[in-house]
């Protein structure tokens, strides 16, 4: 593995870095409100060949030829300079690849351009309350009749449903078929008369989750995405992009270099905890992953580069297994160090943000927060034996009889 990159890919992050002194705004631009100026700023990274590099210029994109080293210097950098790049919401980083791989063009030419700047937002309807990691069981149900779907049922843990103009989910058109075959993937409209949003209250106090209700909910025809009775193969391209999400490396160096800042500034027994030897050991056992965890991706994209079939790509199947624990451990040691301030509720700022802890509550949140990609997208054990299954070619674990 050649962990160099070569003049052409320096002088590519030369470019990157030019372009990002133009963030934050100034002047006029910087009145403009916090919104506003984010999609002022992406408009004009897209137009410079940076944000949503290899989608099409028809679907909103760049329009560049795929190159996983580019895309790593544009996160590296817009990370650091905290700049808004590809938005890593449901609408953007899940649903967009999907309609590109399996969406008709009609489909992505209506959708995907919203997605992708934000202005519609979009949440994922695939859970129900008896199906989460046996997905395929799920029973909410669509039925044509006529040039539209009839949707019934419910869905649960639905992320943000209750801010989302639309939802992409799995719902049950063949009721007869065997459980993975009568699956439609549709995408519906959430202000469809007949559907009921309810949010859930969650540990860090705010309320992201929701469960949402179809009483006789009508989609039209042509929203369904593939095939009838086949969305259970576009249900997986859209997880692999969910997962690809979670595990993201530049933000665990981030919160890994604010941890090390907090041992510093933490006071123990009259001196800074980072002088404490336990605390230390602590931090170099984080290290260790987080720096795995940069080595693994820069694999998956020296992979990726060399165009590798994703058979060779079991670095990309950890990640996310990998990164959720990582992040776990590297909060726990945050945690641990608040003391007593780890009994301090997070504000409604930190629920808000995805931003960086650095403050008490801010760190309370992110703790409470590392336990849930864990289950999100898949639950880790579900993970393990993706990897073990189908990365290594073990047997396949016990399955319950089908139903
Ligand atoms: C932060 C967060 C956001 C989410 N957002 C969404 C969303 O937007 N849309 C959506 O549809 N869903 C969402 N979910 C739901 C998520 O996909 C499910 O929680 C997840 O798939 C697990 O399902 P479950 O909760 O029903 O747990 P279960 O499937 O009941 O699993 C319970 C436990 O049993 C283990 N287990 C289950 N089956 C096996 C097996 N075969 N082998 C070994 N162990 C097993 C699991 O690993 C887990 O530890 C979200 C969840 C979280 C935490």
Not at 56 to 67: L, N, S, V
Not at 201 to 217: A, Y
Not at 277 to 304: D, I, K, P, W
Request: aromatic share 8%.
């Amino acid at each position: 593995m050649d962990l160099q990159y070569s003049e052409a890919y320096q002088e590519f992050r030369r470019e990157v870095q030019v372009f990002l002194a133009g963030w934050p705004l100034q002047a006029e631009e910087a009145k403009l409100s916090a919104e506003e100026q984010e999609a002022l700023f992406r408009a004009r990274a897209i137009e410079a060949g940076f944000v949503y590099r290899d989608i099409p210029k028809q679907y909103g994109g760049a329009g560049c030829e795929p190159d996983g080293l580019k895309d790593a210097i544009v996160r590296e950098e817009f990370y650091r300079a905290g700049a808004p790049g590809n938005l890593p919401t449901q609408g953007a980083g899940m649903l967009a690849p999907t309609l590109l791989e399996f969406g008709s063009e009609a489909q992505k030419k209506r959708f995907i351009p919203p997605a992708l700047t934000g202005e519609e937002a979009w949440c994922q309807g695939y859970s129900e309350p008896g199906s989460g990691s046996d997905l395929a069981s799920l029973q909410c149900s669509a039925r044509l009749d006529g040039d539209h779907w009839v949707v019934n049922g419910q869905k649960i843990w639905t992320s943000n449903a209750h801010e989302a103009d639309f939802m992409f989910g799995l719902f049950r058109t063949e009721p007869d078929a065997s459980k993975h075959a009568g699956i439609s993937y549709l995408l519906v409209d959430m202000k469809s008369p007949g559907i009921d949003v309810r949010p859930l209250r969650e540990m860090t106090g705010s309320s992201e989750f929701t469960e949402v209700f179809f009483d006789d909910v009508r989609v039209p025809a042509e929203n369904l995405v593939g095939k009838r009775g086949e969305g259970w193969a576009v249900s997986r391209a859209t997880l692999v992009h969910e997962r690809n999400l979670i595990g993201n490396p530049n933000m665990m160096r981030e919160t890994f270099d604010d941890l090390v800042e907090l041992a510093r500034n933490t006071i123990r027994n009259g001196r800074p905890a980072i002088e404490d030897a336990h605390v230390r050991q602590r931090l170099v056992e984080v290290e260790g992953y987080v720096r795995t965890a940069e080595t693994s991706n820069m694999r998956q994209f020296s992979a990726s580069v060399r165009g590798e079939p994703l058979k060779a790509m079991r670095p990309m199947m950890m990640a996310k297994l990998y990164g959720t624990d990582t992040v776990q451990m590297l909060q726990a040691v945050a945690y641990d160090l608040l003391g007593s301030e780890g009994m301090l509720a997070p504000t409604e700022e930190d629920i808000r943000g995805w931003s960086r802890s650095n403050t008490p509550t801010g760190w309370v949140e992110a703790y409470i927060f590392s336990l849930g990609p864990a289950i999100a997208g898949g639950a880790s054990n579900i993970q393990l034996n993706i990897i073990g299954e189908r990365g290594y070619g073990l047997p396949r674990d016990l399955r319950p009889p089908a139903k």
